[in-house]
Nanobody, 126 residues
Framework: EVQLVESGGGLVQAGGSLRLSCAAS????????IGWFRQGPEKEREGVSY????????YYADSVKGRFTISSDVAKNTVYLQMTNLKPEDTAVYYC???????????????????WGPGTQVTVSS
């Protein structure tokens, strides 16, 4: 059974940093795409960052570019989202989502992903 579990969320002051982890199990960590999505209060869920295992290509939404970094550790079957210079508008529940058997890059739409973690809350105070 494929499972994704996020961790690392919490409460941080504006300007601070957090590192989210997405631990994957139940599949071999190759030919995959992992996306980080978030849903803030009274907002729709949005894609934040993606990584494609095939060539390590990464993608960032404009709102987080230069502040967030996505990376993967194949040995640990884990994808990370390093978040720096956090802003109150980054407050949201953060989800990681997975898609297996990917050959042509990470898709950007949430409907493209088959597996989802339960989410982790990130709260940034001003």
């Amino acid at each position: 059974e494929v499972q994704l579990v996020e961790s690392g969320g919490g409460l941080v002051q504006a300007g601070g940093s957090l590192r989210l982890s997405c631990a994957a199990s139940g599949f071999t960590f190759d030919d995959y795409a992992i996306g980080w999505f978030r849903q803030g209060p009274e907002k729709e869920r949005e894609g934040v960052s993606y990584i494609f295992s095939g060539d390590g290509t990464t993608y960032y939404a404009d709102s987080v570019k230069g502040r967030f970094t996505i990376s993967s550790d194949v040995a640990k079957n884990t994808v990370y989202l390093q978040m720096t210079n956090l802003k109150p508008e980054d407050t949201a529940v953060y989800y990681c989502a997975g898609l297996l058997g990917v050959v042509a890059g990470a898709p950007k739409g949430e409907l493209d992903y088959d597996y989802w973690g339960p989410g982790t809350q990130v709260t940034v105070s001003s």
